[in-house]
């Protein structure tokens, strides 16, 4: 049994891992930070603190903090009065991550975008006073995680009134950025708005490949220039890597790219191929291509100097249990952690997405619209979607998905299955296992 105080310091590390699906998720220091005022956390699409750990020796303290958590003190996304008073009234739990993607327009044209996003002006992109109203709707439910996202959000002159706003009202905004604009002055107005981490993306671990993918020479050694200038003013670090058939191979050399760069979190990727992904079908790894990926995570996990998680990859939870079981262990907070007490996809169950012109989804890989914030109250929408009350109930999950005996810890990825048949609640296509139900 657990006392009061790891209650909710579990509740704050759950969180954390619960931020990272839908495109740049970045995990938080949820308070305190480490020495030196450098908080490590971080990621685009909201990652945070993955458990992981399976601390063999059961939950060693600096295995809990390498996969983030152990941190986490102070700030309780989801957990304060509004938002216990909302699951009070409504019996849903309020969104404790919002990916918000605060502009489209980019400097830069990455392959994978999930937006598609370019330099340039959008049509009917949030003011800032409905950015401003929206964040009023929000916390009047719940005080999440906000991750200011794109696009890219340093292009947003009005960023830094987003951010104090956002605090002022109970939120912890955090930003996921490709980090080429930062210069000592963004470094130094990043550290002086409290935003404790940024997120980065990095998909190779060398210029030319990665300048390639990117679309722009030159912007390998631009985002490391960021990173190091972000590190140097105190704010934390998470490189994300999205995962392709051109870099699945390159893992091992990502996370040591991650630990020499001294950042304090790497976040692996699934892709989801919609927006301009949709064009790397061909690139999306094969089933047992994932089942090897996210093999390798957890074996890397148990020695990784980072806080390292794999994101948008439901499956890994199933894996967790079926390594355990080959190991001969529990699945329990007190061995593994924060893996113990979440489930794979989160997308409308404590997690959404809000798009540059404030159309709200469960993720921002899944596209559709379930309502906007510039017509309805976010509130609104997160309570009465059918959308979203679908996703809540894992009872109609259907195919593979719906058989499987672990759909509870993972669900399946709602996005991919929309992509691939129409339908949300359709089994996942990149799902290598057969559940028990289903076998001859
Ligand atoms: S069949 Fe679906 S629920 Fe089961 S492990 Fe695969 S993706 Fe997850
Ligand atoms: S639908 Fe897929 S990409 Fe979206 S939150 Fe769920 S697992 Fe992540």
Redesign the pocket.
Known sequence: MFNDKQDIKREQELAEIEAGCGKTGVGIPLGGGSGGGSSSGGGSSSGGGHPAGVPKTGGHPAALQRHGGARSVGFRPGGGPAAIAYEERTGIKPPRIIAWEITRSCNLSCVHCRAASEFGTYPGELSLDQIKNTIDDITAITNPILILTGGEPLLRPDLWDIIDYAQEKGAMPVVGTNATLITDEIAQKLKEHKIPRISVSIDFPNAQEHDEFRGIKGCFEDTIRGIKTVKAHGVGVQINTTVTKLNHKKLVEMHDLAESLGVDAFHIFMLVPTGRGDNLRDLELTPQEYEDALTWAYDRQQTSSLHFKPTDS??YY?IIRQKAKEEGREVTPETYGLDAMTR?CLGGITFCFISHVGDLQPCGYFDMQLGNVKEQPFGEIWTNSPVFNDLRDYSKLKG??GA?E??AV???CRARALENTGDYLD??PY?A?V?KALRA
Do not use: D, F, H, S
Request: with cysteine.
């Open positions: 439901p499956q199933r794979g593979k998905c499987c672990y759909k993972c669900g399946g089994e996942e799902c296992y559940p």
